[in-house]
Structure formats: C-alpha cells, structure tokens
C-alpha cells in the first residue's frame, strides 16, 4: 500500500512509497482502511522535534475509515463498520483510567514509541502516536476505534477525532464554561475555531479571537468570534470590553509570550487553559505571590479532557443538528501524495484544516 513516510527529524518532505506493508491486526486491535485524514498541527510539530517522534515513521492521527479487520478478542466491530479513530486510546485499568481520567492513559500511545506499525523494504516504520494515518491502512488497539454511523462524512469523522475534540473538549469538558461567561482564544488555526465554536454553544457572551493572520480573523467571526484583534490589539480590547479580565483564557498556540498573555487578560480567579502542546524545552515564569494572590487556575486540557466513546457521538450530534459546523472548517481536500504541500501550507491564512482524502 501507501503511505508517506518521515525519515529524519527536521526533513522538509516526506517520501511517499508504494511498498509499504501494515503490520498486524494482532489481538485486541482493529485494522483500518483509511478514508481521509486531517493534517494536524502536531504532525508538523513532530517533523520539527516539538514533539517526540520515533523514526522513520508514518504521520497522521486525525482519521476515519472503515474497518477491514479484527484481531482475537474484538467481537463489538466487523468488517465494514465505519470508525473515527481516538488517538489517546484508554487501557481501562491503569490508574488514570481507575480515577476517570481516559484523556491522561498514556499506555498505547508509549507502545507507539516502541512497537512498529509498519514495514518498507525489510525496514520497521513507527506510526504517529501509535497510529499512522498518512496511508492507506492503519491498525489501532479496538479502543481507538469508535463506531459511527454511516451516513457520517470521513473528513467529518476524522476532523471529529482530533481538532473539534480538542477544541470543543477544551470548552466544555475542562473549562466548563456556563452561559453568560467571557472567553478569550488565542490562536485560530483549527483547534482555535473549534474552541470558539464550543464556546459559542457553552453560551458565552464574548467570545475574543486572537491571532497574527488577519485572514483568520474573519473565520473566526464566522464561526462565533463576537470580537477579533492581533496580539498587539488585545490588551486594549480587553480594556474596553471587559475590564476585569475574561473568565477563561485558551492558549492554543502555547508558547511563553501566549501563556503569559493568557495570564495577563484573565481575571483574578479565572481560568487559563492550555489547550496547545508548545515545545518540551519551552519555559514560563511564574511568581508564587502572583499565583497565589491572583487566584487564577491554569489548566492543562490535553484532548479536550475527553473519553472519545462518550464525546465523538456528542459532538457528531450536535454536527448533525446544524449547531456545530464541521464541513465549514475543511478548507483543503487534498491527495496522499500531496501530504507535503498540506503540511507546508499549515502557516498560511486561508488553511484552517486540510482532510486527505483517500480513495
């Protein structure tokens, strides 16, 4: 089959190979016949070293497909069922799993980091995150396979599975925002739009945009931005809407210059969310006097704080009422073999999610 592989940390592209095999379903996992794959910035963020990629390895983790086959043990899927594919699946018996909290499990995606997914001429490969969407085939443990319905577009399916997630998850499951709250998002690429979409069905009141890409700004009003500015323009907007601070700040970027900003215009006893993954080597300052006497939260929303058996349906029903819109944030449908230029696209204004659609 095909699929697009990265060789080295820091390449700029990525070869595509026709020889590629997938390696198992083994016991417990499912094999997937992939039908589109969204290209995330932590795909890039993993070419670049932000993020730590075992290679050579095939990318993606933002998918949809149908299933193939199962491995011995996986009675709840057949061949043909239709999935979204969950990413951080939940082993169900470590102790994050114990305490409720699927969304800190970290035992199949760690297995990513040492057990091979695939083989090209007689070489193992890894798969992002375990997974490996930028090929025709995949292979997941059964939890990170979530039945949907049929009628379920693939590219909606696969956007459902990481970026609305996230940015829908980071509002709703880790902020909790009620109607009537003030929220800020930095940073409006696809996780960014998703957050102020589920802001907007959260009740929010304001709902401020921020990012460098003024192109970006008009997306966001479109999908429920009551306010926009650049980074430079938000102390002054915070000044005249709401003086005391938003109730909860996102930093989808998450760097130091945007946590510290998110601490800035949050209000004493509000809520900083970082919802973006930054850089391992990046750190932020912080005082105990200001932590302690601001009296403000930051919280850590890895995945949207979610459990993707109970969310995917949610929020694919709230797609299929017409109260969330998935197709409107697709503004590339691009080929596998053009999984570089999607990539090298990412940084532009007018891309807020590419799908890769597989035949």
């Not at 969304?103 to 997974?131: D, K, N, S, W």
């Not at 009620?178 to 996780?191: E, Q």
Request: a negative charge.
């Amino acid at each position: 089959m095909r699929a697009a592989i990265l060789h080295t940390i820091g390449d700029e592209k990525l070869e595509l190979r026709d020889d590629v095999e997938v390696l198992g379903p083994g016991p417990g996992e499912v094999r997937i016949k992939v039908r589109a794959s969204g290209v995330c910035h932590s795909d890039l963020s993993a070419i670049q070293g932000g993020l730590p990629q075992p290679v050579p390895a095939v990318l993606g983790h933002e998918a949809a497909g149908d299933v193939i086959s199962v491995g011995d043990g996986v009675d709840d899927l057949s061949a043909g069922d239709r999935v979204a594919v969950n990413w951080l699946p939940a082993c169900g018996s470590c102790t994050h799993c114990r305490r409720n909290e699927p969304y800190l499990c970290m035992t199949h995606v760690m297995a990513g980091y040492v057990i091979p997914r695939f083989t090209a001429g007689g070489q193992e490969i890894f798969g992002m995150a375990g997974c490996g969407s930028f090929a025709e085939e995949m292979v997941v443990p059964r939890a990170g396979a979530v039945r949907i319905d049929d009628d379920v577009p693939y590219e909606v399916a696969a956007l459902v599975g990481c970026g609305v997630t996230t940015g829908v998850g980071a509002v709703i499951n880790t902020a909790g925002v009620r109607p009537g709250d003030t929220v800020v998002v930095i940073g409006c690429g696809g996780v960014g739009i998703a957050a102020i979409q589920g802001a907007r069905l959260a009740g929010a009141a304001v709902i401020v945009a921020v990012d460098t890409v003024p192109a970006r700004h008009d997306a966001a009003r479109r999908f429920g931005a009551t306010h926009t500015a650049g980074p430079d323009e938000l102390s002054d907007l915070q000044m005249e809407v709401v003086p005391e601070g938003f109730d909860h700040a996102f930093d989808v970027v998450a760097v130091p210059q945007t946590l510290r900003t998110a601490w800035a215009v949050c209000r004493r006893g509000g809520s900083v969310i970082v919802v973006g993954a930054g850089r391992v080597e990046h750190q932020v300052e912080f005082s105990p006097f200001e932590l302690l006497f601001e009296g403000k939260r930051i919280l850590p929303s890895l995945y949207g704080s979610a459990e993707p058996h109970r969310d995917f349906p949610r929020l694919l029903a709230l797609w299929r009422a017409g109260r969330l819109d998935i197709e409107g944030m697709i503004s590339r449908r691009l080929r596998l073999d053009q999984v570089g230029e999607a990539l090298a696209a990412l940084g532009s204004g007018d891309v807020i999610r590419q799908v890769i659609i597989t035949p």
